[in-house]
């Protein structure tokens, strides 16, 4: 059982690397996870470590006092390339490789000649910037040289970079340097990430909320709520040798812990909605053989993605297309026709397949031949006897395509109209029923705007105004942390009681938080 005052051993620590960006010397992100302690007894509790997590959670690639240099910009041909140096040494750019010599004002572009050390060769004329640190990217010293962005000129200056006695940057390097000098916390470095790798407005937009510290604040605000919880057990533990006292502070601490854990739980349950702006909402495309399957996403992609033939099984594996539909990123899968005659084993392994993007997706669309339908009980059937899984959890629009073939049939018409209300009413997995002709292009705007419409509310919400994203979770990552932190309250809140261990685990969920942005110190306590 806990003394009061005893500290349990250290759990052996961990190490994970992730890379934020591939073939970028700008964006790398390195955490350890949190120790999940949901099997811990109250008598093995781990004590948090008493250090900040910027000793091992960014560990510089390179020697701290190196100067560093690597090409920012694109590789490759182009009008202007931007190569970053950054270190203590970063101003010998200017005494060494530029004519006139000399450090220019800071933050104004000036134009120079470049030259190789020691020789007259003349390899360009650039524009230079001076940053003198701590104001700048990385908090050092920092020059960037915007040269021509001929490949023959990028390799002649990182020569000569290289023959100055600089390193290399590590992929990353710029962004660990900026954390350890306090210019970003580890959560704005992927909102950086993000911000490179964004597709669509939504996802710019998140991306810069993120990396202007939008989810900081948040975890900042947590951290110093259960800080102050903390600071009043841990006063309990030293001084509250009154129980009257206790039990009255105990009344103030209960309700204040249990807010908190409130809120923190109240954002797990988002629906995913931050890691499908980033990654992009799932949307399948699924339905019996030559109903329009391919030619609708070929529709919606504006090029031939998917083979269209009048053969039977022509598509047998999923075909992935990313899209922005009205600024909202999808990635949409056009899936192997659903045949109960199948028998070919390829045939069969394209409909599991097809039958496992149908339950995986957030967006389903099950296409229907106009021609094929006779009824609303005929297409229950089918939909019920194709996809036995529960799907009351995604969003269905059942599109019924080729209605061109019927046009001008008034009969045909008031039958469309009966079947989707029938539908609409008797299954209720189906949110919108929609007539379309993909070789006549007829009802493909409405259907656009279905589809947006169905996005957007699964990624903004139906109160929330086009383009806010709000406060969302956006990572993996991140979700973790904060469930294993909603964990901790809780044991925290079931030992109450026992003040040395509700204190232990009030340290867990402050370190779990603290491990997203890659900032806490218990002695803050």
């Given at each position: 059982?806990?003394?009061?005052?005893?500290?349990?051993?250290?759990?052996?620590?961990?190490?994970?690397?992730?890379?934020?960006?591939?073939?970028?010397?700008?964006?790398?992100?390195?955490?350890?996870?949190?120790?999940?302690?949901?099997?811990?007894?109250?008598?093995?509790?781990?004590?948090?470590?008493?250090?900040?997590?910027?000793?091992?959670?960014?560990?510089?690639?390179?020697e701290?006092?190196?100067?560093?240099?690597?090409?920012?910009?694109?590789?490759?041909?182009?009008g202007?390339?931007?190569?970053?140096?950054?270190?203590?040494?970063?101003?010998?750019?200017?005494?060494?490789?530029?004519?006139?010599?000399?450090?220019?004002?800071?933050?104004?572009?000036?134009l120079?000649?470049?030259?190789?050390?020691?020789?007259?060769?003349?390899?360009d004329?650039?524009?230079?910037?001076?940053?003198?640190?701590p104001?700048?990217?990385?908090?050092?010293?920092?020059?960037?040289?915007?040269?021509?962005?001929?490949?023959?000129?990028?390799?002649?200056?990182?020569?000569?970079?290289?023959?100055?006695?600089?390193?290399?940057?590590?992929?990353?390097?710029?962004?660990?340097?900026?954390f350890?000098?306090?210019?970003?916390?580890?959560?704005?470095?992927?909102?950086?990430?993000?911000?490179?790798?964004s597709?669509?407005?939504?996802?710019?937009?998140?991306?810069?909320?993120?990396?202007?510290?939008?989810?900081?604040?948040?975890?900042?605000?947590?951290?110093?709520?259960?800080?102050?919880?903390?600071?009043?057990?841990?006063?309990?533990?030293?001084?509250?040798?009154?129980?009257?006292?206790?039990?009255?502070?105990?009344?103030d601490?209960?309700?204040?812990?249990?807010?908190?854990?409130?809120?923190?739980?109240?954002?797990?349950h988002?629906?995913?909605?931050?890691?499908?702006?980033?990654?992009?909402?799932?949307?399948?495309?699924?339905?019996?053989?030559?109903?329009?399957?391919?030619?609708?996403i070929?529709?919606?992609?504006?090029?031939?993605?998917?083979?269209?033939?009048?053969?039977?099984?022509t598509?047998?594996?999923?075909?992935?297309?990313?899209?922005d539909i009205g600024?909202?990123?999808i990635?949409?899968?056009?899936?192997?026709?659903?045949?109960?005659?199948?028998?070919?084993?390829?045939?069969?392994e394209?409909?599991?397949?097809?039958?496992?993007?149908?339950?995986?997706?957030?967006?389903?669309?099950?296409?229907?031949?106009i021609?094929?339908?006779?009824?609303?009980?005929?297409?229950?059937?089918?939909?019920?006897?194709?996809?036995?899984?529960?799907?009351?959890?995604?969003e269905?629009?059942?599109?019924?395509?080729?209605?061109?073939?019927?046009?001008?049939d008034?009969?045909?018409?008031?039958?469309?109209?009966?079947?989707?209300?029938e539908?609409?009413?008797?299954?209720?997995?189906?949110?919108?029923?929609?007539?379309?002709s993909?070789?006549?292009?007829?009802?493909?705007?409405?259907?656009?705007?279905?589809?947006?419409?169905?996005?957007q509310?699964?990624?903004?919400?139906?109160?929330?105004?086009?383009?806010?994203?709000?406060?969302l979770?956006?990572?993996?990552?991140?979700?973790?942390?904060?469930?294993d932190?909603?964990?901790?309250?809780?044991?925290?809140?079931d030992?109450?009681?026992?003040?040395?261990?509700?204190?232990?685990?009030?340290?867990?969920?402050?370190?779990?938080?603290g491990?997203?942005?890659?900032?806490?110190?218990?002695?803050?306590?």
């Amino acid at each position: 059982p806990f003394l009061r005052g005893a500290r349990a051993p250290l759990l052996p620590r961990h190490r994970v690397q992730t890379r934020a960006s591939r073939g970028s010397s700008d964006v790398c992100v390195l955490h350890r996870p949190c120790h999940s302690f949901v099997s811990q007894t109250p008598e093995v509790v781990p004590q948090p470590r008493r250090e900040s997590l910027s000793t091992w959670a960014f560990p510089l690639t390179s020697e701290g006092n190196e100067t560093v240099y690597a090409l920012s910009s694109a590789p490759g041909r182009a009008g202007i390339s931007v190569i970053r140096v950054s270190g203590p040494s970063a101003s010998r750019v200017f005494s060494d490789m530029t004519r006139p010599t000399g450090i220019p004002k800071e933050r104004r572009a000036t134009l120079r000649s470049l030259y190789a050390p020691g020789t007259e060769e003349e390899l360009d004329k650039a524009i230079l910037l001076w940053f003198p640190g701590p104001n700048s990217f990385t908090g050092e010293d920092m020059v960037e040289l915007h040269v021509h962005g001929s490949i023959a000129v990028v390799n002649s200056v990182l020569e000569s970079l290289a023959g100055l006695g600089f390193g290399m940057a590590a992929p990353g390097e710029f962004s660990q340097r900026a954390f350890h000098n306090g210019k970003m916390d580890i959560s704005s470095i992927e909102g950086l990430a993000d911000l490179i790798n964004s597709e669509t407005q939504l996802q710019r937009r998140q991306a810069l909320w993120q990396m202007a510290g939008g989810a900081e604040k948040k975890y900042e605000r947590w951290v110093q709520d259960l800080t102050k919880l903390l600071a009043t057990v841990e006063a309990l533990i030293d001084f509250g040798d009154d129980e009257q006292i206790e039990m009255e502070v105990l009344k103030d601490v209960i309700p204040r812990l249990a807010i908190v854990k409130r809120e923190i739980d109240s954002h797990l349950h988002d629906n995913k909605r931050g890691e499908m702006i980033r990654s992009g909402v799932m949307v399948a495309i699924v339905g019996p053989p030559n109903v329009g399957k391919s030619s609708l996403i070929n529709l919606l992609a504006r090029r031939p993605a998917s083979i269209v033939s009048p053969i039977k099984g022509t598509t047998r594996d999923v075909v992935e297309v990313r899209m922005d539909i009205g600024g909202y990123p999808i990635v949409i899968a056009d899936t192997a026709g659903l045949n109960q005659e199948a028998s070919d084993e390829i045939e069969l392994e394209g409909m599991e397949r097809a039958k496992e993007r149908f339950k995986d997706a957030a967006v389903r669309i099950v296409v229907f031949d106009i021609g094929t339908v006779e009824n609303s009980n005929h297409v229950i059937a089918d939909f019920q006897q194709l996809f036995s899984e529960d799907s009351s959890n995604g969003e269905t629009i059942v599109v019924f395509n080729k209605v061109d073939l019927h046009n001008g049939d008034e009969a045909k018409l008031a039958q469309y109209e009966s079947l989707k209300q029938e539908l609409v009413q008797n299954v209720k997995a189906i949110k919108t029923v929609h007539f379309m002709s993909c070789a006549q292009g007829e009802g493909v705007s409405e259907f656009l705007g279905v589809l947006e419409k169905s996005v957007q509310t699964l990624l903004l919400g139906s109160s929330r105004p086009s383009g806010e994203c709000g406060t969302l979770i956006t990572r993996a990552r991140h979700r973790k942390h904060l469930e294993d932190t909603s964990l901790a309250l809780q044991q925290a809140e079931d030992h109450i009681s026992s003040l040395e261990i509700a204190s232990e685990f009030l340290k867990q969920s402050i370190d779990c938080i603290g491990r997203i942005t890659g900032r806490v110190d218990i002695e803050d306590v």
